[in-house]
């Protein structure tokens, strides 16, 4: 196998690849790395960038460069799957690695482009880059770095480089999990120790106690990752595990009624049978519809007895859906009702379709803010014209409005719950 890098820099690479496991890659598994600079590519006195094409500064290395350069590798080592470093490539991560090192076991010869400057001319990226990588959303001033971080993790899925095969297979990210915490001698260190369960012995429990351990950690930390590499029915149940309980409650009291007045809104079927069909779907525990008004509360009792008494019969998904519906009088006896369910008070987190001030804002990305008070989560939604000021008040954190590309923000509740559920706890397909 035969790794080729074009560099402005060549001298970056010697200590690196003299390194540990690349060593051993180069020494044990027959990887061979030919670092090459651009400028080996160039006449004497030929530059190997040129200045940027239009108006604006700084330089781009030249396509013809490039060309001869890819003539050159391929000449010595066969033909090459060439990638090219750019921070508008597609994102570098555990799945990409196993791809690239399976390309480079039936290829044999990967060749890695590394710009610096402005970059590489486009049109050397269109006519040779079987693959344009980035390493993360931000802008280095070279592709070396990222070749390195690349090699790193390409070189792991090469036999015989690290130890043991079964390290690379449970390493983070292999599956939808992290790896599990690790430890040495000595057994105290700071008053701090080893987990009794790791010295009992007990493989089975140790085993147990690893694996929970690594998807409470992925939940918190990495659940982006989680939640788009969570396939089988037993991760999913894991995954749910580890999630706390989450509710939801529809406000058709203290809510917005025409401009700033606040006041009460009438319920409405839909509201209450599609929120409940949501709700079952993301695992939300239950659903409360919060009224005041007595002649309301009897509209929502007799939906809830229909479900209750026919339902089965009917759809017996949604009158499973249904059954998790509860109504109450106030957000004070919701927040009772699950204190009393979960022996904790729910962080309480609002939801607006406009932007409001009174409370922290958080977004989509934050669940681990929110989970990390190991507390219920209560998700309360306004109908009307949206939650009063007062119960922005009461609640812990506040997530903005949902956003289309267009010029129009007027969903219904029904339809933002849904959303919200999804981008909060649902799964995503990659
Ligand atoms: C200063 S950057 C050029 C950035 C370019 N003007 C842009 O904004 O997309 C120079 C070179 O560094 C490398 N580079 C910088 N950031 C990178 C990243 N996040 N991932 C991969 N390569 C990166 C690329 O090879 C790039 O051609």
Redesign the pocket.
């Known amino acids: 196998m035969k790794v080729s890098i074009i560099t402005v820099f060549p001298n970056l690479y010697t200590e690196f690849l003299q390194t540990s496991l690349i060593k051993r890659a180069h020494e044990q598994s027959g990887v061979t790395f030919d670092v090459q600079a651009f400028s080996s590519f160039c006449q004497p006195k030929e530059h190997i960038d040129g200045p940027i094409a239009g108006h604006g500064a700084g330089m781009v290395i030249r396509p013809e460069v490039v060309e001869r350069a890819v003539i050159a590798q391929e000449k010595v080592h066969g033909p090459a799957y060439k990638i090219f470093?750019?921070?508008?490539?597609k994102k570098f991560d555990q799945r990409m690695a196993l791809q690239v090192a399976q390309v480079l076991q039936e290829k044999k010869h990967i060749a890695f482009f590394?710009?610096?400057?402005?970059?590489?001319d486009q049109r050397a990226h269109d006519a040779y880059a079987d693959l344009e990588?980035?390493?993360?959303?931000?802008?280095?001033?070279?592709?070396d770095l990222?070749v390195m971080i690349i090699i790193e993790a390409l070189a792991r899925y090469i036999p015989g480089v690290v130890g043991r095969g079964e390290s690379v297979e449970k390493d983070s990210f292999s599956g939808p999990f992290v790896d599990f915490p690790t430890y040495t001698a000595p057994r105290s260190w700071q008053d701090r120790e080893i987990p009794e369960i790791l010295l009992s012995g007990n493989h089975a429990a140790m085993e147990t106690w690893r694996h929970e351990y690594a998807v409470k950690k992925s939940v918190m930390n990495h659940f982006g990752w989680v939640r788009s590499h969570c396939k089988t029915k037993e991760e999913t149940k894991q995954v749910a595990q580890a999630i706390p309980a989450h509710y939801c409650a529809l406000m058709h009291s203290d809510v917005i009624v025409q401009q700033t007045l606040v006041g009460t809104s009438s319920v409405t079927s839909i509201d209450v049978h599609d929120i409940a069909r949501s709700s079952r779907t993301y695992g939300i525990k239950n659903y409360f519809v919060v009224t005041p008004l007595i002649d309301q509360q009897k509209i929502v009792s007799k939906i809830l007895q229909f479900w209750d008494e026919s339902g089965v019969a009917y759809n017996r998904n949604r009158a499973d859906a249904v059954s998790k519906v509860e109504l109450k009088d106030s957000l004070a006896n919701v927040v009772a009702v699950i204190e009393a369910q979960e022996g904790k008070k729910p962080v309480i987190v609002g939801t607006s379709a406009k932007k409001v001030e009174g409370c922290i804002p958080i977004s989509y990305n934050d669940q681990a803010l929110v989970w990390a008070q190991g507390r219920p989560v209560l998700f309360i939604f306004g109908t009307a014209q949206g939650l009063s000021s007062e119960l922005i008040k009461q609640c812990d954190y506040l997530l903005g409005p949902l956003e289309g590309f267009s010029d129009f923000n007027h969903l219904s509740v029904r339809s933002a719950a849904a959303i919200i559920f999804d981008r909060w706890l649902g799964k995503i397909e990659l």
Not at 137 to 143: S, Y
């Open positions: 470093l750019t921070p508008q490539g590394a710009g610096r400057y402005e970059g590489i990588l980035s390493i993360g959303d931000f802008v280095l001033m070279g592709g990222p």
